[in-house]
């Protein structure tokens, strides 16, 4: 995962009177400050993955090989929350747009900011794994494929799942 570069988005959003507390900052600056013995190194990564998945991919390309490697949606009940605020329901009620039906269009998402850095989350039962998988871009192109989409993964974290 490039650090650097999502510690920079996090600054902006920070620094962004759109992103406020309870916004997507908190989940995303969790990739960043992760202490190191929970994230799973970039070979092994590659091993978890498969090494055609990249930085800089294409979500819709990036999501689909992770559903065919057996990695399901994590649906987070807060997410709407997240993504749109914490009156969303008053708000999409009477501002409806593609930003009120992301969580519903897109199960995984777990929180956006208005800057365009959005977090998803997965989860593996076949090697007991959760992944967090950063983006950057427009969601509405979330299921769109090659060049012309706007929405690009910026990394990604593999953690054990917490055993019960």
């Known amino acids: 995962m490039n650090r650097i570069r999502l510690a920079f988005l996090i600054a902006l959003c920070q620094l962004s009177t759109a992103c406020g507390a309870g916004d997507s900052a908190q989940p995303i600056q969790a990739l960043v400050q992760q202490p190191a013995q929970q994230t799973t190194s970039s070979v092994a990564a590659s091993t978890l993955l498969g090494d055609g998945l ?4 294409t979500y819709a390309d990036f999501h689909n090989a992770l ?6 949606p994590v649906v987070d009940k807060q997410c709407k929350a997240n993504v749109v605020g914490g009156d969303y329901k ?3 009620a009477t501002h409806p747009d593609s930003t009120c039906n992301a969580c519903d269009v897109i199960p995984e998402l777990s929180s956006c900011g208005a800057d365009g850095v959005c977090l998803t989350r997965f989860h593996n039962a076949n090697n007991n794994k959760n992944l967090e998988v950063g983006t950057y871009g ?6 769109v494929h090659g060049g012309e989409s706007r929405i ?3 990394g990604w974290s593999i953690t054990p799942a917490a055993s019960r």
Not at 54 to 57: A, L, S
Not at 67 to 72: C, F, P, T, Y
Not at 138 to 143: F, L, S
Request: negative net charge; charged residues 25%; glycine residues 10%.
């Open 152 to 154: 690009l993964v910026t």
């Open 90 to 92: 008053t708000s999409c």
């Open 54 to 57: 990249k930085e800089g991919m």
């Open 67 to 72: 559903l065919a490697q057996g990695w399901v």
């Open 138 to 143: 427009d969601t509405d192109d979330w299921n």
